[in-house]
């Protein structure tokens, strides 16, 4: 099963854990399942328009998914997809 | 709420704000949470922001994020915040911080003047994000 490492700050909305298996045959899917599972970890993910908050990154492996096909990236069962947030401010 | 900074932790991260004017700098607080929540290391980090926007913004990259994850679990520690600066400008978080904070963390923010003069205020986001509530900073153990 696909797994999503939890970044430290998001952990209290995972009951503490830092790896979640998910399904999903994309990123997009996974992502869906996360926050259905963990209702309150949404709103430090998605804007209220449903679009990823800035801070947002996923890599799938060592890879940003941007830099593939974003949220259609495709995932296998063997996939890790790592939440990772850009920590910025001013 | 308040966040235990042992005097040459604060230190540290108050000669990082100073080294980086008169850029922004930043890195993490490594250390445990309770009540108060403990930091037992820093970890400065180079502001990955563009030439021209360092002087009132920082970045620290994914990449740079998730090393310094690593290296806080190596040490069995875990990440509880981080710092920045504001170079000649108030310790208060900005609009800017708010929109990029993240949940949990506690975030110092040191305002240094002329590369010199500094001071530090804590502070920790709302569960909804819509604003920072301050948390106090304990210095000394004999204040636990």
């Known amino acids: 099963m696909t797994t999503i490492r939890i970044p430290t700050p998001l952990r209290g909305y995972t009951g503490g854990q830092s790896e979640i298996p998910v399904t999903g045959e994309t990123v997009a899917q996974a992502l869906a399942d996360l926050t259905a599972r963990y209702p309150a970890i949404k709103p430090h993910l998605l804007q209220d328009d449903g679009e990823l908050r800035p801070f947002v990154n996923l890599f799938k492996g060592e890879e940003n998914v941007n830099d593939l096909q974003g949220l259609e990236t495709s995932l296998t069962e063997t996939d890790k997809l790592l939440l990772i947030p850009s920590i910025a401010g001013g | ?144």
């Open chain 2, 1 to 144: 709420m308040s966040i235990h900074i042992p005097p040459d932790l604060l230190a540290k991260i108050h000669d990082h704000a100073r080294e980086s004017h008169p850029d922004e700098g930043a890195g993490f607080l490594f250390g445990a949470d309770g009540d108060p929540r403990s930091v037992s290391a820093v970890y400065g980090l180079p502001n990955a922001r563009e030439d021209g926007a360092r002087h009132d913004r920082f970045l620290i990259t994914p990449r740079d994020y998730l090393k310094g994850e690593l290296e806080a679990e190596r040490l069995g520690l875990e990440i509880v915040g981080v710092f920045h600066s504001h170079p000649d400008s108030p310790n208060q978080p900005s609009e800017y911080d708010r929109e990029w904070a993240q949940p949990y963390f506690s975030y110092v923010i040191t305002s240094v003047y002329a590369a010199r003069d500094v001071d530090s205020r804590s502070w920790r986001l709302a569960e909804d994000r819509s604003k920072f509530f301050e948390e106090n900073i304990v210095l000394g153990r004999e204040d636990l």
